[in-house]
């Protein structure tokens, strides 16, 4: 195994974070619309504490358990080790027939649970990987939103297609280079999109007038599922940081100091913003999806648009900066997903590389595990084998990147450019809250399960613990749940439809996998019969030949059966 260096340090785990989710307040423009800004200030302080913190700390919590990349398709696979492990053990001996009857009872039992688990973990996986290409075929679109007000042409299709492609191979291209480099990046972003926003707080300032921000200026209908629904899009993807930790330093400190500083900045970054555009606009009709540049024109001082221009260039920016950390993030979950054998035909995603030297190491891993019943180690470091120190000469580089997985998640995205946003935000939605669904779930197993990671690794103080019974739990869960299971059910059809479909297709090539590898397998046994059949027939003729008797062909095939 090959050594990767630990680059990212709080602030640096902090901004990748914070780009994930929020990336200034562009795009919660539609929540004042649904609901005026009165409203909508009380939700953004309320989601974020509600939602996002406990997001943030049973995220912190299952990342720290297992702190390697691909974190969140660990949490899935611990359920399933669980049971095989218990499984796995012998029959107790020296126990009565009564108490046989009740073990082999468990068993079967036992058996059943797995092959739902199995299942899920398929599930789980597969609505990982179409949520990676959703999520990333977005940020181009968004990008392109935000500046067709000053270029018209990027409305159009095609030229959609190559803005997509020339980001994606730019970013793609920082990606190859280490999240050292993705991280420093994000200093750049923050200057970038913060900077227009910072100005235009300052800019408000003199106009300031809380009447406008009364309870009584409201939409004509008030739309509280749009406002929900914004908010909380605006305020989700802790997940997705935690596929970083193989590269982050001291996890246990890190994530959830930066998961908990990622939350204020979010509130921050929405509430101060959206009270003091309101400050300028108090209808709730002219809010909408960029609005902040359009309001910009009627603060004094900006009225030749010069802070349009910049709040325009930096909601563009602000795209970018999220499809850079999306493409980190899901890059290395893809290449967990293939590494554990869970996605069909991705052996060969199962590659790391770095770019940083010309001395250039090619990882590959072919300890995939490709079987029906899914394994990992009983290890927090099952996967992290490939990343782990070794003190040679030969292995100093470090920089090891999931390039294949980077290529793929920086390509796929470019076929659903033909989508508007809309379509784009309402598939990618149903995903996030799906994926986000399956984890909560996961994540009380692992604290309360029978056979969950605490039943077989007590907390010793190396992870991060949220001390408490299952009351702590049901506090940490319950808004998350019920935000999650409002949100699913209300989701339209289309997003449920194509789900669905893309995953019957994805179970369906699964399916096929297995049948060429038993074909295979078939294939391989029948030529070990075929040559331990000629070596015995060769044992034979050199016995006939050392031999006076004169063999006949009937006592030949008597002597090789």
Known sequence: PISQEKTLGVLQMTLITYFLICAGPYGLEEAIAGAGPFLSLVAIILVPFLLSFPLSLFCAEMGTIFPQTGSTIMWALDIVHGFEKFLSQPIPAFISPAQNLEYQSKIKKASKQLKIANFVVRVYSYTLAMKAVADNSMYPTLFCDYLSTMVPALELWYWRIVVAVVSFFFLGWLNFYGLDIVGWMQYVFTVVVLAPILIMVFMTFPKWDFAHLSPKIQPEEIDIGL???????????????????????????????????????????????????????TDPAQWYSGAFAEISIKIPGCENGWLKYMLTIAGAISALSIQNASIACTSREMF??????????????????????QKHIQVDNQSSVHSESLQTDDTNNSLNADYEVMNDEDFEESGLVPWITII???????????????????????????????????????????????????????????????????????TPL????????????????????ILVAMFALWGVECLVKRCKNKGKEHQLANQR??????????QVESSDDVPTPQILVEKVI
């Open 227 to 281: 406002l929900l629904s914004n908010v909380v899009w605006c305020c989700m993807g802790f997940d997705q940081s935690t596929n970083l930790l193989g590269d982050v330093r001291n996890p246990k400190r890190t994530m959830p100091i930066s998961m908990i500083l990622v939350v204020i900045m979010v509130v921050i970054s929405y509430f101060v913003p959206v009270m003091s555009a309101a400050m300028i606009e």
């Open 336 to 357: 967990t997903n293939a590494h554990c054998g869970l996605l069909p035909f991705a052996g060969w995603m199962d590659k790391l590389k770095t770019f940083k030297k």
């Open 482 to 501: 019920i935000v999650s299971t409002v949100l699913i059910t209300t989701n339209g059809w289309l997003s449920v439809i194509i789900y669905l479909i």
């Open 408 to 478: 793929v998640v920086s390509t796929l995205p470019i076929a659903l450019m033909f989508f508007d946003f809309a379509t784009l935000v309402t598939i990618d939605g149903f995903l996030m809250i799906f994926s986000m669904f399956l984890q909560i779930w996961f994540y009380v197993y692992a604290r309360h399960g029978k056979f969950g990671h605490y039943s077989r690794h007590p907390p010793d103080g190396t992870t991060f613990y949220l001390h408490g019974s299952v009351w702590m739990t049901i506090a940490m869960i319950g």
């Open 533 to 542: 059949e000629v070596l015995m027939t060769n044992q034979v003729y050199q």
